[in-house]
């Protein structure tokens, strides 16, 4: 950490890099791996310029919903700590998960155990009426469940959508709260926020080096929380945000016109 530099907070997967199906034909640089080794996400030329900008001009701090073990499978050499998991877990700058954040979250995480483990299966038997073939899964670190995640195995992402409309009738949500993008759907307890864990992170920061400009970045509505933390935000042109702030535009437009 440089104390004279920016701290950059940047959302990772769709706001830096993205995976091949969602880009262009073009050069690509690789991003990240999948679990064999093989590579799966990549950065285009200009994101590649900006990443080595970002990494030479700021402190930069990955703010993600990847797993401890995803995290590890980018290719980009960040060098500082890293928020994952949604915030479930920080890491230090040699990558070791923080203790006291370890424990807080057990703490927070404790009374929802057991029906985050039960969502899994109610995911499966839910998408089977509608035909909806998924994967889905408990995010799991430090022997904690974190949060569920499901996706869907090939056809139309929009049809992830039409379901997650449908869990209600399957599950009691509350004391939780749903994340969906693209093909991501996440059933997340409300403890469990980036905001809160960059807010961990911007306290310690604070402490140690005084006041700073502090940078953010992300393409997903779920950033805006630990976005709001920063004095400047930015997203991608063709992110989950861009896409909000678009129709909200839309909206007043069209308002405008028929009240004018």
């Known amino acids: 950490m440089n104390p004279s530099r920016p701290l950059a907070l940047v959302d990772l997967d769709d706001t830096l890099f993205q995976t091949g199906r969602h880009m262009a034909d073009g050069p690509r640089h690789v991003a990240t ?3 064999h080794g093989a590579p799966m996400s990549y950065m285009t030329p200009v994101q590649k310029t900006f990443v080595d900008w970002l990494l030479t001009s700021t ?19 960040f060098a500082g700590p890293a928020v994952t998991t949604h915030g479930g877990v920080i890491l230090d700058a ?13 703490r ?9 483990l039960s969502f899994v299966a109610i995911l499966l ?3 089977e009426p509608l035909g909806l073939s998924l994967r889905t899964w408990a995010v799991v670190e430090n022997d904690l469940a974190m ?7 090939g056809g139309d992402e929009a049809r992830l959508t039409d379901f997650a409309a449908t869990l209600p009738q399957f599950l009691s ?31 310690r920061d604070r402490e140690r080096w005084g006041e700073r400009p502090v940078i953010g970045l992300g393409d997903s509505l779920s950033d805006l929380g630990f976005l709001d933390t920063c004095h400047w935000w930015g997203t991608p042109r063709t992110g989950q945000v861009a ?14 016109t028929v009240s004018g």
Do not use: C
């Open 94 to 106: 040699h990558g070791m998960p923080d203790p006291a954040w370890q424990a807080h979250m057990a």
């Open 243 to 256: 896409r909000w702030v678009d129709e909200q535009l839309a909206t007043t437009r069209h308002a405008a």
């Open 33 to 35: 791996l999948d679990i």
């Open 108 to 116: 927070a995480l404790a009374g929802y155990q057991d029906r985050l």
């Open 59 to 77: 402190d930069v701090v990955p703010v993600t919903a990847r797993s401890v073990e995803a995290y590890q499978r980018v290719q980009v050499p």
């Open 147 to 153: 949060y569920v995640v499901a996706k869907q195995n």
């Open 125 to 127: 038997r839910a998408a």
């Open 173 to 203: 949500l509350d004391g939780f709260y749903l994340h969906l993008n693209n093909n991501n759907l996440a059933i997340l307890p409300t403890p469990l926020t980036k905001r809160r864990a960059v807010d961990e992170i911007l306290r």
